[in-house]
């Protein structure tokens, strides 16, 4: 892989490098920049390492540096935490070598003396790819990487370096926005050997019971799927595990460093976790890993379960699960992974909510900018490029009558509503697509930093005390004006609550787990080699679907229900998609209620005689609407997920979530290519009790 990526890179195309976790990726990567730089001098910043986390880049610090000592090239890093004296360097001193973050890569291109560094600019490193492409940093990313071929004296070369990657060559078609040649350099990983187990437990205090049997003595990694699970369970583990550590994006960073350095140590160490240590950071060797509940995607999985198997050992990954269906899901996930099933990436296509950033960066960093300017220099980005002059121009229309600009002729400032939302701290707000606000900070009244709150939880009522970080705290004071929550130490005798985050929570499953979930229940079983106790655990989750579903399709079926007969709808399409169906489902019948998770979508009061059919007629006729008519049947979320969303004009919203949110067209499309098969005979339904 290695040898591959040399030959791609010092061959001048951009690359996108895919090998598992710990396959060596970053040394792909590096080995060829560095010989490069050795051989042909570097004036100024020659290459940057981005990356979508702060703790990534404080982690492959020491390992470029490794590369970089013996050679006598420097590096420094730029991020939030790194102190602002440490920031920046003398005109004749910049590093060969610049780790950053994306937000942090555009405060820099607002400075005007280190980014006279960046002319002699030659590579751009993107690690983690997979964790920016479908998201608006991904936008902002590849508006980033367009604007420092602008100030480079050649155009950059782009290096992305990936373990999991459904459609590779879209992906890298991304990355380089066909300015040249591309090499993608995926080799397949060796077979290895990789051990599961399955541990089913319904009773919540016997699952920690079987938890602490399974970690014991051990190096592992528990991952689970929301903050909120990781702060119950380490709270319910809490003497019952030995050097038990906690990991998550709500945790102070002290304390995520402390569990880092836990599993580098001597002995066992248990550290419970979310997705933000399936990237790149280095935990060392690990003896299991630990699942509990399924992951919501294949790549998540794959991700995880290379966090074990180093040093030529297997692969052990536990599941730690609720009851069969959990199961059954899990097995899905295994299939998908032997199969190479991965979720392809899709950037979004409609991100106006960037758009606004990037407008009032432009005329922020000129102070006032011509609107002819603004709209040709946005246009030649590539992300922007299918967006028309109009779109454009009515943007700014509307952001001057709303106030955000004002207009001098053709020429634009920026308006007294933009000074009122985004002017403090010199706009410091619009230098990230991240959205703020919806976390306060957790500060004791020295200032030591506990972690982060959601704004809703830190609102309550009845504060009363709480875990964070493996700590009890009691609020002393919830400050609003400045995002921040004083507490000190709790005590017990008020009652804990638990902690929620309203972002971030319980994930959908994928669409690729769910037809694999539909596969397996089409066959009555799977060929991974299961006990005796766990083959039946699995037919029981299989027997409670309808014995006629197959393969493909949606199949309705009327079902009696404990709230009277309703007709479901069963998709496997997963709960994101079938939101989007249930909302155009009850728009086309015009009557009814409905309900969906990841497997199916339920229809209730739609009728009584043929509403089988009548259903699956809806089905029939929903691809053939209008998108305009479609989108009007899906209600427009609540514009706090994106940050300049308020910016917005209603109908340049609604464009936005129905393509990028909805993913309306897809599934349209989708609903086109898909058989309705409709169930007679009426059953009682998996969902009676639901």
Known sequence: MQEQAYEAIRGGSDTLIIAPTAGGKSEAALIPVLDDILKTGAKGVACLYLSPLKALINDQEERIATFCRPTGLSLAKWHGDVPKGERGWNPDDAPQFLLITPESLEVLLHEHGPVAALTHLRYVIVDELHAFVESERGVHLRILLDRLDRIAAAPVQRIGLSATVGNPEEVLAWLSGGRGSRRLVAVPAPATEKKFRFVIEPDPGRRIDALAGLVSGKKALVFVNSRS???????????????????????????????????HGAGGACIICTSTLELGIDIGDLDIVVQVGPPDSVSSFLQRMGRSGRRDQSAFVAWLLADPKELLTSCAVIECAREKRIEPLRPPEKPWNVLVQQIFLHVLSASRAGRGTIVRDLLSLFVFSH?????????????????????DGEMLVLGPEAERVFGRSNYRELYS????????????????????????????????????????????????????????????????????????????????????????IARGGTDLPLSETDAEALREAIGAFPASIGEQGLFVRKERG???????????????????????????????????????????????????????????????????????????????????????????????????YYCTADVLQALARTPVVVLHGEEPGPGAGA
């Open 229 to 263: 699970t990781a702060e119950s369970i380490l709270q319910e583990a809490a003497g019952r595990i030995k050097n038990l550590h906690i990991h998550h994006s709500s945790v102070a960073p002290a304390k995520k460093r402390e569990a880092e350095e836990a599993s």
């Open 387 to 407: 967006f028309s002059v109009e779109d454009v121009d009515r943007l700014l229309s509307s952001l001057v009558s709303a106030g955000y600009l004002s207009a």
């Open 433 to 520: 697509v991240i959205p703020g606000g919806g976390e306060y900070r957790v500060v004791t009244p020295d200032g030591e930093v506990v972690g982060s709150l959601d704004a809703r939880f830190a609102h309550r009522t009845e504060p009363g005390n709480f875990t964070l970080g493996g700590a009890t705290w009691s609020v002393v004071k919830c400050d609003e004006s400045h995002n921040l929550v004083v507490v000190v130490p709790g005590g017990h005798n008020k009652g804990i609550s638990r902690v929620f985050w309203s972002a971030g929570g319980e994930a959908a499953l994928s669409p690729v787990i769910c037809g694999a979930v539909q596969r397996i």
């Open 562 to 660: 404990h709230a009277g007969p309703e007709v479901v709808v069963y998709s496997f399409a997963g709960s994101r998609i079938n939101q989007v169906l249930a909302l155009l489902l009850r728009g086309a019948l015009g009557r009814g209620r409905v309900r969906y998770d990841d497997y199916r979508v339920r229809v209730f009061g739609a009728g009584k005689a043929g509403v089988a059919e009548h259903v699956a007629d809806a089905l029939h006729k929903i691809p053939a609407l209008p998108p305009g008519e479609a989108s009007a049947f899906l209600p427009l979320p609540a514009p706090d997920p994106w940050k300049f969303a308020r910016t917005l004009t209603e109908e340049q919203f609604r464009a936005m979530v129905s393509t990028d």
